[in-house]
C-alpha cells in the first residue's frame, strides 16, 4: 500500500475563508426554503416507520470458501445500505463498514431493519477498508474500533485520518487522497473521484472534511462506488476514462 502523499497546493473545491470543502455544483438543500427544510426534517424524522419493511429481508449467509476462492471476476457481498465486501483478484476490500445497531449518534435512531448477515467476527482478513465520507451511516466508531489493532489498511478522502488517529488507528495505516488522486493496494489501483455530497457528524463541523466516490481497478475489471453521491448532469470525466474494461457502478 502507497503512503499517503496529499498535495501542498489547496485543492480548488476547499474554501480557505470558510475551512470547508465545497460541491463543484453546490447542493441543492442550500437552495431551499426555511419551509422545505423543516419539511424534509419532518420526513426524516418522524416517518420512518413507513419506509420500513413489514418483515424480515430474505438473506444468504456467505460461504467464505466460494467468496475467497481467485477469480478474475469480482465477488461482491452487501451486507446493507451502503457497506460492501469485495474479493477483487484477491483483495480483500471493506467499503463503508456500519455495523453497528444504529447508523446515528444516539443508539434509539436511525436503527437498522435487521442484524448483519454474519458479525464482523466472522469476517475473513481484511486488506483495506476504503471510506468515502464521515456520516454515520457510513464511518461508524465500533467498527472501526473492531479493527483497530488488525493490520487492516485505510484509503480515506482528506481530513478523515484526524479521526481514525483519534480512534486509534495508526497513522501508518491511513492513506488520504484528494479527488483524482489514486493508491496502490496490492494489485488494485484506488482512484479517489468527485461526488456531490457533503461531510459532518456534529452540528460544528459540516464539511470540514472531504468527501468522495471511488473508482476501483484490477487488472481485469473496473468498478465504480459512487459513495452516496447526489445526481449530477455533468459526470466526472475521469471515471469515464477509466470505464473501458467491465465498468460496473456499485451502490
Not at 127 to 139: G, R
Not at 201 to 225: A, I
Amino acid at each position: 500500500m502507497t503512503e499517503k502523499a496529499i498535495s501542498n497546493t489547496t485543492p480548488p473545491h476547499y474554501y480557505t475563508a470558510d475551512q470547508r470543502f465545497h460541491n463543484v455544483r453546490p447542493s441543492v438543500y442550500l437552495h431551499m426554503g426555511w419551509r422545505e427544510r423543516l419539511s424534509v426534517l419532518r420526513r426524516l424524522l418522524f416517518t420512518a416507520r413507513s419506509r420500513m419493511p413489514e418483515q424480515r429481508l430474505p438473506e444468504v449467509t456467505p460461504n467464505w470458501r466460494e467468496f475467497l476462492k481467485p477469480d478474475n471476476k469480482t465477488r461482491i457481498i452487501w451486507f446493507g445500505h451502503s457497506s460492501l465486501l469485495l474479493n477483487m483478484d484477491g483483495v480483500t476490500v471493506l467499503i463503508d463498514p456500519v455495523f453497528s445497531a444504529s447508523a446515528a449518534p444516539f443508539p434509539f435512531r436511525i436503527k437498522r431493519f435487521q442484524p448483519p448477515v454474519v458479525p464482523m467476527e466472522a469476517l475473513p482478513a481484511i486488506d483495506v477498508i476504503v471510506l468515502s465520507h464521515n456520516h454515520y451511516d457510513h464511518l461508524d466508531r465500533v467498527t472501526i474500533d473492531f479493527f483497530r489493532d488488525k493490520k487492516t489498511h485505510f484509503v480515506t478522502p482528506l481530513g478523515m485520518g484526524k479521526t481514525l488517529q483519534k480512534w486509534g488507528i495508526g497513522a501508518e495505516r491511513i492513506t488520504e487522497r484528494d479527488w483524482y488522486e489514486e493508491c496502490a493496494c496490492k494489485t488494485l489501483r484506488l482512484t479517489a473521484t468527485p461526488a456531490r455530497n457533503a461531510s459532518g457528524r456534529t452540528p460544528f463541523d459540516h464539511n470540514r472534511t472531504l468527501w468522495c466516490s471511488w473508482v476501483l481497478q484490477s487488472p481485469h475489471e473496473t468498478l465504480y462506488y459512487s459513495g452516496d453521491s447526489a445526481y449530477d448532469d455533468q459526470p466526472c470525466k475521469l471515471v469515464l476514462d477509466l470505464a473501458p474494461r467491465t465498468f460496473v457502478p456499485i451502490h
